[in-house]
């Protein structure tokens, strides 16, 4: 018994293992063919004969790469930060305040989940010209403000778990609502929140259609838009190196904050399955 | 004692809204007010850059057109075909899930490297398949011809295998994320049905196909649903993965053509009737999987 269960335990690791390479398979290819010199990528082989850094010099030369970091930073942290508390606080009223017509009010919010993005983006659009935001960074910011609403739902089933007796407690020693939301539930849903922020943080570091759709001014595209518009002209003339170098800039920094935060991410993930 | 409890009433009515009030105005100013537009502007013959409240009202006109352009009905159709992958992506990571979750070493390890794609930028990707399954020097077909397989599949240029690229490519990048939401799944059993299934000698196949899998319905319930909003909305990966349509308009989607109709050619009416009539296909079967969810759990 112990002895088959030892093979299969060699069977399911060698499976897992492989299908470790097919995950990792492509961003490995993307790393090795971004250092080849662009006559050699006919060539077999993974790994480059020769180590050619050009196609970095030149997408940093052609894109200002530094600039589109800094409006991706600018679209994904405090956005997110402030979407962040403001579905705390409502998740938290959902949960452990009892006002009038909460239930539907909580049900006309989940509705809007159910309406895709390219049903609504084009008066969006139009909403955002009207007062004259195309030109500026605010299309990507003020939607993400006002909270989101996977993440009030996901807030409030946990919420579910925390005792009605430790808010009643605090009632009675005389805190407002605000105070027990910032004393004590921000710090019991810390884990949480942070794991949630994250990742609606790497959703919309990678967003792509809403900028091509509202950012109207070059300066202010996100690096993703850069990104694209560098490798679709290098897609033409099959400059695949430079490609691969505009999808590695792009990935980098998204691999970092997964390798940082990896351990939150998937138990965030696992712990919002099992309670739902 | 009576007025009193009434004077906390009012404040927890107060706090309430207060709490609630942000995320309410951002429903209202970024979805339901954009929703009602929409829905009006599909019966004008709205050209975008014009007010909408001076465009003219075509009645049915733009819904008689749509349904009357063969472009629309392939992109249906094409949005419709992506959706196979959702099967086959539960499938897979059913059986990674369940291989993962057996006390396996380095699962932990594992869990992190197949979520790894999930996380990553779509327009990265996009461009890294997009020359992976290139004819012409692609690494597939060079590993595809090295294990004997003779003539490999044009995938970028055959109208019949394109569709398979967008496919194989959101199932890898989906993957990790239902292994995970299963393995989470699959945590949440309780150990009690499958020692009551061995005492009765059930096999190791029967137990995963009567307790495993069925209890696992909520998970599956929450993957399909989230696939079909996801996958109704596909755009960026064909758009990039073939700098276009595909050959033969084959990995033209909704979205696209929603896309281009309005902000390339100006027919913001026309957009706005293909925008209501994709809000209306995922809505309706978002609300069907609700209803059926909400049917089965009544059962159980």
Redesign the interface.
């Known amino acids: 018994m112990s002895r088959r269960k030892k093979i299969a335990d060699a069977v399911v690791f060698v499976f897992l293992a492989f299908g470790s390479v097919i995950m990792l398979y492509p961003f490995i290819w993307m790393i090795f063919t971004s250092f080849k010199p662009k006559m050699h990528i006919y060539l077999a082989g993974l790994l480059p004969r020769t180590w050619d850094f050009s196609s970095y010099i030149q997408i940093w030369d052609e894109i200002p790469l530094v600039r589109g970091f800094l409006n991706t930073i600018l679209y994904s942290v405090p956005p997110v930060i402030v979407g962040t508390f403001v579905s705390a606080g409502a998740a938290f009223a959902f949960a452990k305040i009892n006002f009038k017509g909460k239930n539907i009010i909580f049900l006309i919010l989940l509705s809007g989940v159910m309406i895709p993005f390219p049903s609504i983006m084009i008066p969006q659009f139009v909403l955002f010209s009207r007062f004259n935001m195309l030109q500026g960074p605010w299309p990507m910011i003020l939607p993400k403000l006002t909270g989101n609403v996977l993440m009030i739902f996901f807030l409030r089933q946990y919420l579910n778990y925390v005792p009605d007796s430790v808010v009643e407690a605090a009632k009675i020693d005389g805190c407002n609502y605000f105070e027990i939301y910032r004393r004590i539930i921000l710090p019991l849903i810390t884990p949480a929140l942070a794991a949630h922020s994250v990742l609606w943080f790497i959703g919309s570091w990678n967003d792509y259609l809403a900028p091509t759709i509202f950012i109207k001014n070059e300066k202010w595209q996100p690096v993703t838009v850069m990104v694209a518009k560098f490798n679709e002209q290098y897609a033409i003339n099959t400059h695949v190196p430079r490609m691969m170098a505009g999808s590695v800039m792009l990935l980098v920094p998204v691999l970092v904050i997964y390798g940082i935060f990896q351990k939150w991410i998937i138990e965030s993930v696992m712990f919002t399955s099992v309670k739902e | 004692m009576k007025r009193k409890k009434s004077y906390f009433?009012v404040?927890?009515?107060i706090?309430?809204?207060?709490?609630?009030l942000?995320?309410?105005?951002?429903?209202v100013?970024?979805?339901?007010?954009?929703?009602c537009?929409?829905v009006y502007?599909s019966f004008t013959s709205w050209p975008?850059g014009q007010s909408?409240t001076s465009a003219k009202w075509v009645g049915l006109d733009n819904y008689i057109t749509m349904f009357n352009t063969p472009l629309f009905w392939k992109s249906l159709g094409n949005t419709f075909f992506y959706m196979i992958g959702i099967p086959i992506g539960l499938v897979l990571s059913l059986i990674?899930a369940a291989?993962?979750n057996?006390g396996?070493?380095?699962e932990k390890v594992?869990?992190?490297?197949?979520?790894?794609?999930v996380?990553?930028?779509?327009?990265?990707?996009s461009?890294?398949?997009?020359?992976?399954f290139m004819s012409?020097?692609g690494?597939i077909n060079?590993y595809l011809s090295a294990i004997g397989i003779k003539n490999p599949p044009n995938w970028m240029s055959h109208p019949a295998y394109t569709k398979w690229v967008i496919i194989i490519m959101a199932v890898?990048k989906g993957?990790?994320?239902s292994i995970?939401?299963y393995?989470?799944?699959m945590?949440?059993i309780s150990k009690t049905y499958y020692e009551a299934a061995k005492i009765d000698g059930a096999g190791w196949f029967y137990t995963f196909r009567k307790i495993t899998v069925p209890l696992l319905m909520?998970?599956t319930f929450?993957l399909v649903v989230t696939g079909i909003?996801g996958g109704?909305?596909m755009?960026?990966e064909p758009r990039?993965v073939f700098?276009g349509n595909g050959p033969a308009n084959s990995t033209f989607t909704?979205?696209i053509h929603?896309?281009d109709n309005?902000?390339r050619y100006s027919k913001?009416g026309y957009?706005?009737a293909v925008?209501?009539v994709?809000?209306v296909i995922?809505?309706v079967i978002?609300?069907f999987q609700f209803y059926m969810n909400g049917r089965r759990e009544r059962n159980e």
């Open positions: 009433h404040w927890d009515n706090w309430g809204y207060a709490f609630v942000i995320p309410l105005i951002g429903l100013v970024f979805v339901l007010i954009p929703l537009m929409t502007a975008l909408i990674y291989l993962m057996r396996t070493r380095y594992f869990r992190v490297i197949y979520y790894t794609p996380i990553t930028s779509t327009v990265a990707v461009f890294i398949f997009q020359r992976m012409d020097g690494v060079t890898w993957l990790g994320n995970i939401m393995i989470a799944g945590q949440g909520p998970v929450y909003i109704a909305q755009y960026v990039l700098a909704t979205v929603l896309y309005t902000f913001a957009g706005s925008a209501t994709l809000g995922v809505f978002t609300a």
